[in-house]
């Protein structure tokens, strides 16, 4: 029913508005200028039609005419309506695809971006002070994470001003867009099946290839039932999509979902956290919550996965349509600069947010990262002093072609017309921008005032693998130092595994370890505040063998020893022999299993081998120690490690 009054106001709306489109005339800017002629033919939702488009781009500083010839772009294009509620305004949002004079799509550098085929007209109608899409972006790039490029333009389309768009790239795959992996249509096994797509929640539109979560986006209400989770594959293509990789990626998510479902959806080792980039999530949360964009988590909500070896979680971004954020819509709370979205579902809306971000959100892991990135770094990215500096230069910038466009656009500050979703109905550009810049002031200070300062913190040391070498019933001590650095506000620290034959005991300084059988485990390190976990190491890794000096599987043909000295300091010389040829490695490492030296390297014929290895030429690189070292060598599939001594 709510979102029926909604589009019937859009419908009234868009009526009453259509009435009154000025007729503004576009001689020169000081913004580029973008000219678009359609031949006659009408632009639908779909399929784009065939157009052409010029862009004049003097460079800023100098004047853009109309007359000025095309130096930016001069060619063919697709073009098409785009957008969901935005379509019944009357200042409609464009796809464009550049084309050749075949069909076939075309790069361009359009006015300073990198070069691609694909771009977005955005009209930003309901956001009457143009900004609110750029600041969005500007902090989702000021994060270090890729958010859409953006760049003000005024189009004329069919010699017809239609006023300010913002000329912005489209989310697609590529190596200055969402960089990953390129999946192509023979990828359906193995590391190249598990990368890279992009995904996105979102309502279903027609020849979308989407898959739909099995579970409700909220628990059950009465007498409101929750909206599905709809997950749209943006890549790859529809065209290009593959049975196997739909399968995999719907897999992986429902698995993601289904561990969130679970009692255990936090725990170390059987929960949610080794399904997603952490730190990736942390800050798509951070930048959502600042700007309180009513349809973050819900709609335009996109998440990329690259393959397994490139480190491929699922990251949660790019940032994607925030025309309704920073206090504008007048539903969904969306207006008050207080309380936070994420683990609050909307009481308005058809369309609910997944029932995971309020999990997640309400994770102390990830609460406790939130308020430490906020706190490091709220004086930068979020400075509001930084803010007001880049939206004063903006409105300055636009403020020739804002007249203009608000005379093309005349109902936007006529208080007797409602633009949904605006909460507020300003006469003029001066207050609409007053209160953007009283409001991200006001969410600033509310924020910082949320986030407690006194967050954990621990320093966790990134392991790698360690493989540490002892037997059976013993116990090593380690260096607590080997796993976390500096640390505050933490009550206890623990180790655990899930394997129940390895113990852990913690003294002042030291890590003892015990395990009653063979064989490799898992653990990790537990940082409490009083009684809740507020963060988790890193995995590290352990392996138990007996006899760490006899271990071979050398032929009798092979041999190795370690002529002299032994003790050495600082240098010993290794002799190995061959017998047939092969491809030999021989390696040096420490304790904790650590690769110190790569002796040999290389294929190499029959015969006898001298190898030298000195300590002294380490030291530049990392600190050696006295102690129990171990060279390893390997040729044609077989292997033998042996034990020395370094004595400094």
């Known amino acids: 029913m709510v979102m029926k009054k909604i589009l019937f106001a859009l419908f009234i709306s868009a009526i009453f508005c259509s009435k009154n489109i000025a007729q503004v005339t576009l001689t020169s800017s000081n913004l580029p200028i973008i000219v678009i002629n359609t031949n006659g033919q009408t632009i639908k939702d779909e399929p784009k039609i065939t157009a052409t488009m010029g862009v004049i781009d003097n460079s800023t500083g100098n004047r853009n005419n109309i007359t000025d010839p095309f130096n930016n772009y001069n060619g063919k294009i697709g073009i098409e309506i785009r957008g969901h509620s935005s379509q019944l305004f009357p200042k409609k949002q464009y796809g464009i695809e550049l084309r050749d004079d075949a069909g076939n799509d075309v790069k361009a550098a359009l006015l300073g971006m990198p070069e691609d085929s694909d771009w977005i007209l955005n009209a ?46 489209k989310i697609k795959r590529g190596k200055n867009r ?37 579970y409700p986006s909220v628990y059950p209400k009465v007498p409101r039932q929750p909206s599905p989770i709809n997950y749209i594959i943006s890549y790859p293509n529809e065209e290009d999509l593959q049975p196997a990789q739909l399968t995999y990626i719907k897999n992986y998510v429902g698995q993601f979902e289904t561990t969130l479902t679970k009692a ?12 997603i980039d952490i730190d990736a999530w942390v800050d798509y949360i951070l930048a959502a919550e600042f700007t309180k964009a009513t349809d973050a988590y819900r709609l335009s909500a996109y998440l990329y996965k690259n393959r397994d070896s490139e480190n491929g979680k699922l990251v949660y971004g790019p940032m994607w349509d925030y025309d309704l954020a920073f206090g504008l819509a007048d539903y969904g709370d969306g207006w008050p600069s207080s309380n936070w979205i994420a683990p609050v579902d909307p009481s308005e809306g058809s369309i609910n947010r997944p029932f995971w971000i309020k999990k997640i959100f309400n994770d102390p892991v990830i609460f406790n990262k939130i308020a430490k990135r906020w706190h490091t770094i709220k004086q930068t990215v979020f400075n509001p002093q930084t ?53 991200i002031n006001q969410r600033y200070t509310w924020m910082d005032a949320n986030l407690p300062a006194d967050y954990s913190d621990i ?57 009653s059988k063979l064989g490799e485990f898992v653990f990790k390190a537990l940082a409490k505040k009083g009684t809740t976990i507020v963060s988790i190491s890193p995995e590290y890794r352990i392996n138990l063998a007996t006899g760490i000096d006899e271990q071979s599987n050398l032929p009798a043909e092979f041999k190795l020893e370690q002529n ?85």
């Not at 001590?477 to 913690?506: A, E």
């Open 124 to 169: 930003n109608y309901s956001d009457k002070s143009l900004l609110r899409n750029v600041i969005a972006y500007k902090l989702g790039n000021d994060l270090s994470r890729y958010a859409t490029r953006t760049k003000f333009c005024e189009v004329v389309l069919n010699n017809q001003y239609i006023g300010i768009y913002i000329l912005q790239e």
């Open 178 to 214: 969402v960089n990953i992996k390129k999946i192509e249509t023979t990828d359906i096994t193995g590391d190249a099946l598990t990368g890279g797509y992009i995904i996105h929640i979102d309502r279903i539109d027609a020849g979308d290839k989407y898959f739909v979560s099995d």
């Open 264 to 275: 255990t959806y936090n725990d170390p080792f059987d929960g949610y956290y080794d399904y």
């Open 387 to 439: 803010i007001m500096k880049f939206i004063d230069e903006s409105v300055l910038y636009l403020t020739e072609a804002g007249n203009r466009n608000f005379q093309k656009w005349p109902e936007l500050f006529n208080p007797a017309v409602y633009i949904w979703p605006n909460k507020n109905r300003f006469t003029n550009y001066n207050d609409e921008i007053l209160y953007l810049k009283v409001w």
């Open 459 to 515: 320093e966790w040391k990134q392991p790698g693998k360690r493989w540490l070498l002892y037997q059976t019933g013993k116990t090593i001590k380690l260096p607590l130092n080997l796993f976390y650095g500096s640390y505050r506000n933490l009550s206890t620290l623990s180790f655990v595994s899930k394997d129940p034959s390895i113990t852990f005991s913690i003294s002042s300084d030291s890590l003892s370890i015990t395990s």
């Open 564 to 648: 002299y000295p032994n003790p050495f300091n600082p240098s010993t010389t290794i002799n190995y022999q061959l017998s047939t040829p092969g491809f030999v490695t021989l390696k040096v490492y420490d304790v904790l299993g650590r690769e110190v030296a790569t002796l040999v390297d290389v294929y190499q014929q029959p015969g006898n081998y001298k190898v030298t290895f000195n300590a002294r030429h380490l030291e530049r690189s990392r600190e050696i120690h006295s102690g129990i070292y171990f060279y390893k060598f390997t040729v044609n599939g077989f292997s033998q490690t042996k034990k020395m001594l370094l004595v400094k």
